[in-house]
């Protein structure tokens, strides 16, 4: 299938959710992952309570953070290179076993107050290194299940939701926890969640036949598609100084700062119900041209938003930007897959994957910086402004054919 070009269901099978359940082995493989990606979902907030129950220290517990999620994002593509490289049920259990290991090492060290900083960030910085990417790959065993390029688009957006909600009931599930246990012990669930949920995935015979390409000696690996990771990194840098400047805009409105956790649930809802619709309907355009014009539609009501009256207005406005949020990752992840070498596909979705996490991060230190000395309405401008750049640089790095089509630069 051409990277950018735009193919029509087969008319053999009516594409949608229920269909992308209904393939062989689907249902049971997609739960598998689902759980042990629940685990990312629970370990943020249970290693940041953790760690501040045990040293009692808001810096101490930032840095550790900090030195996870680097960790953990850095170091995804080249995890996902050894998944594709050996294949899942070789690469993912060893991860998975590490990973769980380490988190019970962290658990254990923070159980009790006193605990030494420095081992606590040795411990989570080694954590971050062996994460398992569960997302890039379930979404390339997506890439051999669903043989129609509509069932793919609808099991792209089927992922993208289901992985929103589970970072949004993660934290949920640490609440309900820590009615019963101690921080550290949603530390120990976030384990036994990883490694329970990679050994049923890899076991599913949807994982087992997946079988590693062989490779030439000397083969480098292929040239990282540069459109979806340049809109995963403007989708980052945009939503992260969003969040923040949700809160800036409540903080000068009185009793607005009890309205920041509902407008920020407004974007998520809309980003489901944008993540549900673009699986759903029957698309036209290539995923290179649709990305591009996501993108502009973020960007621009992400920078309407900043004039809304208040924070019920407010609110509306981010509902109508999420509708843009999942569709735009999703056609990031798909466009990454038509882009990516044989038997790179995981590592394609994993700089997708970084990519965002990586703009995220520096969308927030900006944000912080700017939203003290900035009005909120040229903040939320300048990160609407954000997106509309990665929108161009999309068009720069997929450009139209002389004879029609697109083609990758």
Same mark, same amino acid.
């Given at each position: ?5 735009? +193919?029509?269901?087969?008319? $053999? ?17 997609? *739960? ?11 370990? &943020? ?13 808001? +810096?101490?517990? %930032? ?14 593509? !080249?995890?996902?290179?050894? !998944? ?7 690469? *993912?259990?060893?991860? $998975?076993?590490?990973?769980? =290991? ?106 087992? %036949? ?39 805009? $409540? ?8 309205? =920041? ?6 974007? &998520?809802?809309?980003? +489901? ?88 991060? +520096? %969308? ?28 161009? %640089? =999309? ?15």
């Amino acid at each position: 299938m051409s990277a950018l070009t735009p +193919a029509r269901p087969s008319a $053999a099978r009516r594409p949608s959710y229920a269909a992308v359940l209904g393939l062989p082995h689907a249902r049971r493989t997609f *739960l598998a992952a689902l759980a042990a990606r629940l685990s990312y979902g629970t370990v &943020s907030l249970s290693v940041l309570l953790s760690v501040t129950r045990a040293t009692g220290s808001y +810096a101490v517990s %930032g840095a550790v953070m900090a030195l996870f999620g680097g960790a953990t994002v850095v170091l995804l593509p !080249v995890r996902a290179t050894l !998944v594709d490289r050996f294949g899942p049920r070789r690469a *993912l259990p060893p991860m $998975a076993a590490v990973y769980s =290991v380490l988190l019970c090492v962290l658990a254990a060290l923070a159980w009790r107050p006193g605990a030494p900083a420095a081992a606590l960030a040795a411990a989570a910085a080694l954590t971050g290194c062996c994460a398992p990417p569960l997302g890039p790959t379930m979404r390339a065993v997506w890439g051999r299940l669903a043989d129609d390029p509509a069932l793919l688009r609808r099991a792209y957006s089927l992922d993208g939701v289901a992985e929103e909600l589970l970072f949004v009931s993660g934290p949920v599930l640490v609440g309900l926890l820590l009615r019963f246990g101690p921080p550290p012990a949603g530390v120990l669930l976030s384990a036994v969640l990883m490694l329970g949920g990679t050994w049923v995935f890899v076991a599913s015979p949807a994982v087992r %036949g997946v079988v590693p390409p062989k490779r030439e000696p000397g083969r480098r690996p292929g040239r990282l598609p540069a459109a979806p990771v340049i809109a995963a990194v403007g989708l980052g840098l945009a939503l992260s100084a969003a969040d923040l400047l949700v809160m800036a805009f $409540a903080a000068r409105r009185s009793h607005g700062e009890a309205a =920041v956790p509902w407008v920020l649930a407004a974007l &998520s809802a809309g980003s +489901a119900v944008g993540g549900l619709l673009n699986g759903a309907v029957e698309w036209r355009r290539p995923a290179g041209q649709r990305l591009v014009w996501l993108a502009v539609g973020l960007g621009t009501v992400l920078a309407v938003a900043g004039l809304a009256p208040g924070v019920r207005t407010l609110a509306v406005a981010m509902a109508v930007t999420g509708l843009f949020v999942a569709p735009t990752l999703t056609t990031a992840y798909l466009l990454a897959d038509e882009t990516a070498a044989e038997g790179e596909r995981t590592r394609a979705g994993a700089w997708v994957n970084a990519a965002v996490n990586a703009g995220s991060s +520096a %969308g927030s230190v900006v944000a912080g910086v700017l939203a003290g000395r900035v009005p909120v309405t040229v903040c939320f401008a300048l990160a609407g402004g954000v997106a509309v750049v990665s929108a161009v %640089g =999309v068009r720069v790095a997929v450009r139209p054919r002389a004879g029609g089509g697109w083609s990758r630069s």
